[in-house]
């Protein structure tokens, strides 16, 4: 019976996030909800000693990181460097592979720290240009948008400051560069087989002789020419956020060490921080920082003109998207400390090797909760000491328990209810009949990758 609650408030959440209600509402009805099955007596502390207190505590650690990378996101857009970044990318690869284009638009974007809903909308107008231009359908845009924004560059290559890498660095003491090559490896085989199945898909189409099609929702406008910065410049703060992110975590270990007290004349006792648990966190916060310094440092009047009301954009979705995820976090904690989360526990125990224990925990997580952040931060709370134990009996790196769970956490969580699976459909005006078949297959490649990268490992020991 107690696996059986589990199972069900699991179920609902996911549901209820399908039909496209509030996760920040729902979490805390569905975990109270197996609380009260469980035994009603304990619904009141639950709440307010388990449920409240891991989520507050997720905002704690990460909301700086939601924050700067939605507000370096929107000033990247105001400043017009995302229109010069793709104008550049097009006039380089060229229009005639407009896949590939708007795949290394959205890559270059996520990888530079800017927030995934922004890409979508940033890379959409293009995309819907170049398309038509290639008499390409339109409904392969989502599947090709998904593939260079929500794949490779959000949790695979080395040194991103998308969330989904920042998240393992707080339970396995590292940072986010950790296992580079394997990292790179998994990247490169998703990228690869994305744009094969792409390619494939629109060889398909035009054989059959369908084009871009007509009467479609939500349609841009044609993008027009515009005066532009030099892509050089527009680069530069995406670059500087990666090179200042490695640069931040080399320097912060070596200045503050492992233990730092800060002592002020108000505290009654010193502020004792364990800096491993924090130097990701520390490290992204300034390097996100400094680019937003330097797009203002280039386009201070432009971003000026409208920054008021495109910060309050930035400042929302930052909200939205955090607390979603922290209300994540804490129904994982409550389920975590319900007896039939032991029965599911036990039974994912009984998977006896670590890594492929942690893939398939982390991507089937997510993919109930159908959020990568949310699921891998359920898992890892529950069963992160479980992952290590096993990994440090069998001689695995931390590192690699890190990539790995990054990774299977952005294979499943794009399920039908994901929430940027449901934005980039209402973005792109089209709907999961006409287009989640190609995001799907792009999920399987990615959660396939995870399971690449540990093979390679166990063969190879490359980390």
């Given at each position: ?188 085989f998703i990228l690869l087989v994305g744009l094969t199945y792409l390619e494939w898909r629109r060889r398909q189409a035009a054989r059959a ?255």
């Amino acid at each position: 019976m107690s696996f059986l609650i589990a199972v069900a408030a699991l179920a609902f959440l996911m549901y209820v996030a399908y039909r496209g209600f509030s996760v920040i509402l729902f979490a805390p009805v569905a975990a109270m909800g197996a609380v009260l099955l469980t035994d009603p007596a304990a619904v009141p502390p639950v709440f307010t000693g388990l449920f409240m207190d891991k989520m507050v505590g997720f905002v704690k650690l990460y909301f700086p990181v939601f924050l700067l990378g939605a507000v370096f996101g929107k000033v990247i857009e105001l400043s017009g460097f995302s229109r010069s970044i793709v104008s550049a990318v097009i006039g380089l690869v060229g229009r005639q592979r407009a896949m590939l284009s708007i795949v290394l638009v959205c890559a270059i974007l996520t990888y530079g720290g800017v927030s995934l809903f922004v890409v979508v909308f940033a890379a959409y107008p293009f995309a819907a240009e170049m398309f038509r231009q290639g008499d390409i359908p339109k409904r392969l845009i989502p599947g090709t948008i998904a593939l260079g924004a929500f794949t490779f560059t959000m949790d695979s290559l080395p040194g991103t400051p998308q969330i989904q890498n920042i998240i393992p660095t707080t339970f396995f003491k590292t940072d986010t560069w950790a296992a580079p090559i394997l990292g790179t490896i998994g990247a490169g085989f998703i990228l690869l087989v994305g744009l094969t199945y792409l390619e494939w898909r629109r060889r398909q189409a035009a054989r059959a002789g369908e084009g871009y099609g007509e009467g479609h929702a939500n349609e841009p406008e044609p993008v027009v020419g515009e005066r532009l910065v030099h892509p050089a410049v527009a680069l530069l703060p995406l670059v500087a956020v990666g090179v200042l992110n490695k640069v931040f975590t080399s320097l912060i270990a070596t200045y503050y060490g492992v233990t730092n007290q800060v002592s002020l004349p108000g505290l009654d006792h010193p502020l004792v921080t364990q800096v491993p648990a924090v130097a990701a966190i520390w490290a992204v916060i300034g390097a996100l920082l400094a680019g937003i310094l330097i797009v203002l440092l280039f386009a201070f009047r432009t971003v000026a003109a409208r920054f008021a009301e495109g910060s309050k954009s930035a400042v929302g979705g930052a909200l939205l998207a955090a607390l979603n995820t922290a209300s994540e976090y804490g129904f994982g904690a409550v389920i975590a400390a319900l007896p039939g989360f032991l029965v599911i526990r036990e039974a994912l125990r009984a998977i006896p090797d670590p890594l492929v224990n942690e893939a398939i925990s982390v991507t089937a997580l997510a993919g109930i909760t159908g959020s990568a952040s949310g699921g891998m931060s359920i898992a890892l709370a529950a069963m992160a000491s479980q992952f290590i134990a096993g990994a440090e009996a069998a001689g695995i790196p931390g590192e690699v328990l890190h990539r790995v769970a990054s990774m299977a956490s952005g294979g499943m969580d794009t399920l039908p209810h994901n929430g940027a699976v449901i934005t980039l459909l209402a973005v792109t005006g089209l709907t999961h009949r006409q287009s989640y078949g190609d995001i799907f297959v792009i999920t399987c490649t990615k959660t396939a990758a995870v399971f690449l990268v540990i093979a390679v490992y166990y063969l190879t020991g490359l980390v």
